[in-house]
T-cell receptor
Framework: ETGVTQTPRHLVMGMTNKKSLKCEQH?????MYWYKQSAKKPLELMFV???????ENNSVPSRFSPECPNSSHLFLHLHTLQPEDSALYLC?????????????FGQGTRLTVV | GQNIDQPTEMTATEGAIVQINCTYQ??????LFWYQQHAGEAPTFLSY????GLEEKGRFSSFLSRSKGYSYLLLKELQMKDSASYLC????????????FGTGTLLAVQP
């Protein structure tokens, strides 16, 4: 248990569906991240939020829409996805600043697009 | 870019020592992280190096050379449970410290 909770753990969705992934942390961290992990590829940084403000969008297609209502919660809204979007989506949080900036990861949501 | 390069796979024997190397781009670099990830699980933090040199934490040690853009993770007295993927990640940018990961090194520990 890392203190970062993601729901759901598994999700199967059709290409016309709309779904949302949820991430929650109560570690007092102010930075939150979405990563995509595909087989045989590095963890790909998607979005970074710092004090609820988006500070990084790593050229992510608009069918992925993040939302950060407060420093403890992060969402990833999904719509009209493609089969190649099937992957493990990991949320992480970290303290801001450079001292002990360890990122804690959630267990991930295994997404399958059919 | 901030290319992080590490070997894809390694194999070692139980009780032995293994060194996993990682190179990274130095521009904008803050520090170097190592994470362990077992299959189907979240990555878990192992170490963070900011200064040059070796940091030891039990059976695991991590080394950093900022001038060379090079790090390694040293695992001693290998156990079967050490079979996992080891992820090298560079921290870049300002206060948020954006983590850029390598592909991970899949370590198989054999009896």
């Amino acid at each position: 248990e890392t203190g970062v909770t993601q729901t759901p753990r598994h999700l199967v969705m059709g290409m016309t569906n709309k779904k949302s992934l949820k991430c929650e942390q109560h570690l007092g961290h102010n930075a939150m991240y979405w990563y995509k992990q595909s087989a045989k590829k590095p963890l790909e940084l998607m979005f970074v939020y710092n004090f609820k403000e988006q500070t990084e969008n790593n050229s992510v297609p608009s069918r992925f829409s993040p939302e950060c209502p407060n420093s403890s919660h992060l969402f990833l809204h999904l719509h009209t996805l493609q089969p190649e979007d099937s992957a493990l989506y990991l949320c992480a949080s970290s303290p801001t600043g450079r001292i002990n900036p360890e990122a804690f990861f959630g267990q991930g949501t295994r997404l399958t697009v059919v | 870019g901030q290319n992080i390069d590490q070997p894809t796979e390694m194999t070692a024997t139980e009780g032995a020592i293994v060194q996993i190397n990682c190179t990274y781009q130095t521009s904008g670099f803050n520090g170097l992280f190592w994470y362990q990830q077992h299959a189907g699980e979240a990555p878990t933090f192992l170490s963070y190096n900011v200064l040059d040199g070796l940091e030891e934490k039990g059976r695991f040690s991590s080394f950093l050379s900022r001038s060379k853009g090079y790090s390694y993770l040293l695992l001693k007295e290998l156990q079967m449970k050490d079979s996992a993927s080891y992820l090298c990640a560079g921290g870049y940018g300002g206060a948020t410290n954006k983590l850029i990961f390598g592909t991970g090194t899949l370590l198989a520990v054999q009896p």
